[in-house]
């Protein structure tokens, strides 16, 4: 048998890499001061045992307990591949509030009237706030369990007793082991939690869903061996103080890793929205300059979104560039490329560029429309708002070619746009919808060329008004002001 030792080692807090020896700064991931002491067992080799359970071929394997189980939220079993899988264990993780409780609490209400047995594990909040919760979004179900436990031996114990068919534990950061030293949360807690969570799903055939912190950078929480060991990755996305969530899976052994899901948060709980484009797009009246629409993929969804821009002289001596959901790099590039290849006076002038909905467009696919607002703001004139822009803009000026552009051809003419933006060599190579005209554009002036034309200033010519020299008013000691200067008034020139 294998012989366990005591010895004294030095871990990472922030990454989990270890050392024999104090150091002020972690040799993995470069942080001070997060090196600290903690008695770590030493395992020596153990002895070679004779395995009761042979290999098999693989021909002979059963991939029935890999198939995947709806879950019953159409947009989640998108990003999970189809579904959850016996065993399988899902990660989520997101920023706090961001919706991650209220749609596995729905997900686990909706097993639950499926006929399998639910246990819901709350590390944050007490089991009558998770009631309170689950009758606001109205996830009440006979077989949904709910236990507020910190405790893993406690918590796996409640497992191996139910035996229930999925399991949700909020959250991992907050379980803790007596067998292992420090706090809850803790890079050894984590990955100790983590460890025997999976091993008893993986044994008894569970599928189970963790929910993950993540630190102030966006990343998860914990050690990176947590990403390691579970099957699924899943990352909640989203502005605050916008209603649209996007569920996005970041490593995905049963499925795709380029699938997105959309939802909308509100009062009552967290829907799936299976046609989320109009969230991205105003809804004025009438065309305004310095707006286009472009079609985005998000995985293999096609998303209409729509980008704004306005363009003021600037007062500094360095202009403002301020972005928001759009890369401030790339904005930058286009607004010198619009300067140098077409002739648009931007580089002295302050440009603002924004999203609709709070989408963010990371593809370069979105060149093409931020370039078409910032030339429509600067020139004055309203693109049509029934044309889409679609295309990459390189720094000679030319449109390049993007992936998907039939996919994103075809929900245009879905949602009734007439004209299509796109590089050239599209026409005849992909099929092109009903009712939309693709408009093919070699370069960045070619673009711009397809903006309506400026109208004429009315002429104007001036006229000199009389002001009377004194003025005195309707009641008693109102002396006269002093006479003003001659005002100049504009007429119309009839000419």
């Not at 008695?39 to 395995?51: D, H, I, L």
């Amino acid at each position: 048998m294998a012989r366990t030792t005591r010895s004294t080692t030095f871990r990472c807090a922030e990454c989990g890499w270890s050392t024999v020896k104090w150091v002020g700064r972690c040799g993995e991931c470069q942080a001070w001061g997060s090196v600290s002491e903690v008695g770590a067992p030493t395992t020596r080799t153990a002895a070679v045992v004779n395995a009761g359970r042979k290999p098999v071929p693989i021909g002979e394997v059963d991939v029935t307990r890999a198939a995947a189980r709806p879950t019953g939220v159409a947009e989640f079993d998108r990003v999970l591949g189809g579904g959850l899988v016996a065993g399988g264990v899902v990660l989520v993780a997101g920023e706090p509030g961001i919706g991650k409780s209220t749609l596995l609490l729905d997900v686990a209400a909706r097993a639950a009237r499926g006929g399998a047995s639910v246990l819901y594990v709350s590390g944050e909040e007490s089991a009558a706030q998770v009631r309170a919760r689950a009758e606001r979004i109205e996830a009440m179900a006979a077989e949904l369990y709910l236990a507020s436990e910190t405790d893993l031996g406690t918590v796996l114990g409640q497992i191996e007793g139910l035996r229930p068919g999925l399991v949700v534990i909020d959250s991992v950061q907050t379980l803790a082991s007596a067998d292992v030293d420090g706090a809850a949360g803790n890079v050894s807690q984590v990955r100790e939690v983590a460890s025997a969570v999976i091993s008893v799903a993986k044994r008894l055939g569970i599928a189970t869903v963790l929910v993950g912190h993540v630190t102030k950078d966006g990343s998860i929480a914990g050690p990176r061996i947590l990403e390691h060991l579970v099957d699924v990755v899943v990352a909640f996305e989203g502005d605050r103080h916008s209603r649209l969530r996007l569920v996005r899976a970041v490593k995905n052994r049963f499925g795709p890793t380029d699938e997105v899901g959309c939802f909308d948060l509100s009062d009552a709980g967290i829907v799936g929205l299976a046609d989320p484009s109009g969230l991205f797009l105003s809804s004025r009246a009438g065309a305004v300059p310095g707006t286009c629409i472009t079609a985005t993929l998000e995985g293999r969804r096609p998303l209409i979104a729509e980008v704004q821009a306005l363009v003021s002289p600037s007062a500094l001596p360095t202009p403002r560039r301020a972005t928001h959901g759009v890369d401030a790099s790339r904005v930058a590039m286009i607004t010198a490329v619009l300067d140098k290849r077409a002739g648009a006076p931007l580089l002295h002038n302050d440009v603002y560029i924004s999203t609709v909905g709070g989408v963010t467009l990371r593809e370069p696919a979105a060149d093409l429309a931020v370039a078409m607002a910032m030339a429509s703001a600067i020139l004055d004139v309203p693109l049509d708002p029934r044309t889409v822009a679609i295309g990459e803009v390189g720094l000679a000026g030319e449109i390049r070619p993007v992936q998907g552009i039939e996919r994103r051809l075809a929900e245009a003419g879905r949602l009734s746009f007439t004209t299509a933006l796109v590089p050239v060599g599209v026409l005849g190579t992909v099929h092109v919808p009903a009712g939309l005209r693709v408009v093919e554009v070699a370069d960045i002036r070619a673009a711009v060329g397809q903006l309506p034309a400026r109208p004429e200033p009315v002429r104007q010519r001036t006229e000199r008004v009389s002001v009377p020299a004194s003025y005195r008013g309707p009641g008693r000691g109102y002396a006269a002001p002093p006479a003003p200067p001659p005002r100049l008034r504009a007429v119309p020139d009839p000419t």
